[in-house]
């Protein structure tokens, strides 16, 4: 199949479309405009809605209302236009609706910049909203992986009906790749049986809601989503590898920063030191086991965390590593990214060896 250039932004609203997605909602912010932009231009040639709400706050809540009835529907934002929507992706989680955000990363907190950042992950991996819920969290590192993930996240948000966040930086929505168009592995979707469709006057009408008055029945509803969330973290946790048989020095790092940190595993390579990458391709469900298993390797050394922010994922890597190895960091916020040579530098110092 031919390959075709395309800008990230652009390419994740295609890939969007080709996925049946026929309603989004949203609101202009840097870096992820070209997203509501493509939409704009191309929605109403399938029959779909665009629609640029008044705010972030409104935006989500029509994807609820959208989500309710069924329909595949989609949201982008960056990130202080995320921490808006927070509210009602808590809703949405709660309501057991399938949805799909996409969170181009920038510089923050506050307003921050427009730069590329990967400060978002407790936010998105944590629910940045109330209560106990749980997105899951799909974390692409090239404009390929963010077109296939882009349309597997619809079907993920159907099959398990739960909201689907496609979390990238900034600098994967403006970057320009060649991609292949490809068609997510299939899956038996359940009916949506559950959907405000109108009853045609042959069912009792379905209600969505979040609201649980009495304790016990929000109690109920919780462990519903809890057990859910089990058989996720059984089925859809999804992690890539390289060079990591015989490494001594264990990078982590997902996205923008998995680029890097793959230049300095053959650079590394290159001067006689063993290097590989874990790359965690779902942040949520985290791979925890399987990195745990990598990490305790007879060959790892150390393991480094390597992120576009002052340390967030490396709760997570601490956590699964569990005290196997020692965990070491490089990290840059506010929208500034390590070099592979801040990466090679920290490997040399874990092994405890001199560089210049």
């Known amino acids: 199949m031919a390959k075709e250039l395309w800008k990230g ?7 969007a479309i080709r996925a049946g997605c026929r309603y989004f909602f949203g609101y202009p912010i840097t870096p992820q405009n070209e997203i509501p932009e493509y939409f704009s231009r191309h929605l109403p040639e399938h029959d779909g809605c665009f629609l640029q709400a008044e705010s972030e706050v409104a935006a989500i809540n029509m994807v609820y209302g959208a989500a309710g009835s069924g329909v595949r529907v989609m949201t982008s934002s960056s990130s202080p236009g995320i921490s808006l929507k927070q509210e009602g992706i808590s809703y949405i989680a709660c309501a057991e609706l399938p949805a799909v955000i996409v969170n181009m990363m ?3 907190p506050g307003l921050g910049n427009i730069a590329p950042s990967q400060a978002d992950y407790y936010q998105a991996t944590r629910g940045g ?19 296939d993930l882009t349309q597997e996240a619809f079907d993920i948000a159907d099959y398990y009906r739960i909201p689907v966040m496609v979390l990238a930086d900034g600098m994967i929505g403006q970057m320009m790749e060649a991609i292949e168009w490809r068609t ?3 899956r038996a979707l359940p009916d949506k049986n559950w959907a405000t469709d109108g ?14 008055i009495d304790a016990k029945d929000c109690a109920i509803q919780n462990k519903k989503l809890q057990e859910k969330y089990d058989r996720i973290s059984e089925h859809e946790i999804r992690y890539e590898e390289f060079m990591t048989d015989d490494a001594e020095i264990l990078f982590v ?13 053959l650079q590394l390579r290159r001067q006689g030191i063993k290097a590989g990458l874990f790359r965690p391709i779902t942040l949520w469900p985290f791979p925890e086991d399987a990195l745990r298993e ?27 590593v569990n005290g196997a190895k020692p965990v070491r960091f ?3 916020g506010g929208g500034t990214f390590p070099l592979p040579a801040d990466l090679v530098r920290e490997a040399y110092l874990a092994l405890g060896r001199f560089v210049a």
């Open 9 to 15: 932004n652009e390419a994740i609203a295609e890939a």
């Open 106 to 108: 920038r510089g923050g």
């Open 129 to 147: 909203g109330n209560g106990d819920y749980r997105n899951v969290v799909l974390a692409p590192a090239t404009i390929q992986e963010a077109t």
């Open 184 to 186: 997510p592995q299939p």
């Open 199 to 212: 009853t045609q006057g042959k069912r009792e009408h379905n209600v969505v809601t979040s609201l649980f």
């Open 253 to 265: 790092a997902y996205g923008t920063t998995a680029r890097i940190s793959h230049a300095a595993v």
């Open 294 to 320: 990598r990490a305790e390797s007879k060959g790892v050394k150390a393991v480094i965390d390597v992120e576009m922010s002052m340390g967030q994922m490396i709760d997570d890597v601490k956590l699964a």
């Open 330 to 332: 490089v990290g840059a």
